[in-house]
């Protein structure tokens, strides 16, 4: 049994403040990053206690150096680095993914840290016109493996969307919001622990998850925040600009769209 993990920061246990204090030189980036580890070695402890074989972790956060690698559980391996494809190292081979960290799509109004992929250059993303963040897009690229994605970790606002697109999927949410930069947390040593369980009964239940595959063609509509950068990628060809700031493409695959109008 092979388990990807997908890692964001926002949606870690304990994690809140806006991006600058959370961010690379932030006040509060040292004190995420551990926490952020911590709600990682929880689901690969959980992953091997219920008998996955091999844990390999995406560092999914900004340049993706976010994970403190010296404190991972060792017995997983850890892609990080600038990477060329959102969902780096994953491919056919693996049984099932873990998200963990997640936050909710843009413009979610009870959700903590909200935005899609980038809080300065898009607006809002639609896949089959239907509106979709971070945790949608990366079930749709596994669903390309038909790899499905069987655990969703972050706030409550996060978890829900997680479950009410998936349907079926496992959650722990560590954190509510107040506001879009305030949360209330659980310890991290009891949502650790959560997601630890979570993460073992996620495991046991892999057969049950289904890969999450869009109706085909797929559409992907991205409206990004300046009319410069729509202009530039309308140049791709396969690429239609719907206004001064979206742009929409089609395809068979997620990874076809997503390359056109994201990579």
Request: charge should be negative; charged fraction near 25%; include cysteine.
């Amino acid at each position: 049994m092979k388990i990807f993990i997908m890692t964001d920061l926002e949606g870690a246990s304990g994690v809140a403040g806006n991006w600058q204090d959370i961010d690379f030189g932030g006040k509060d980036y040292e004190a995420a990053r551990r926490l952020l580890t911590g709600d990682v070695n929880a689901a690969i402890e959980g992953a091997f206690d219920a008998g996955a074989s091999e844990v390999v972790v995406l560092d999914g956060h900004g340049a993706a150096l976010t994970i403190l690698i010296d404190d991972l559980d060792p017995r997983a391996q850890l892609i990080r680095g600038r990477r060329i494809l959102e969902l780096e190292g994953l491919d056919s081979s693996f049984n099932l993914m873990f998200a963990i960290g997640a936050h909710s799509m843009a413009g979610t109004p009870d959700g903590l840290l909200t935005h899609t992929l980038s809080h300065t250059s898009i607006d809002n993303i639609w896949l089959n016109n239907a509106p979709v963040g971070e945790i949608g897009l990366w079930a749709a690229l596994a669903g390309d493996y038909d790899v499905p994605l069987g655990l969703v970790t972050g706030d409550y606002a996060a978890v829900r969307e997680a479950e009410n697109l998936l349907k079926n999927v496992c959650t722990v949410a560590v954190k509510k919001a107040t506001s879009r930069f305030a949360a209330r947390c659980l310890h991290p040593k009891v949502s650790q622990k959560l997601i630890r369980e979570a993460a073992a009964i996620a495991v046991k239940r892999a057969g049950e998850f289904k890969p999450f595959k869009p109706e085909k063609p797929i559409e992907l509509k991205v409206e990004f925040h300046d009319s410069e950068r729509a202009e530039r990628v309308s140049k791709r060809s396969g690429v239609l600009r719907l206004d001064g700031r979206t742009v929409a493409a089609k395809g068979m695959t997620m990874h076809e769209v997503y390359s056109l109008l994201l990579g």
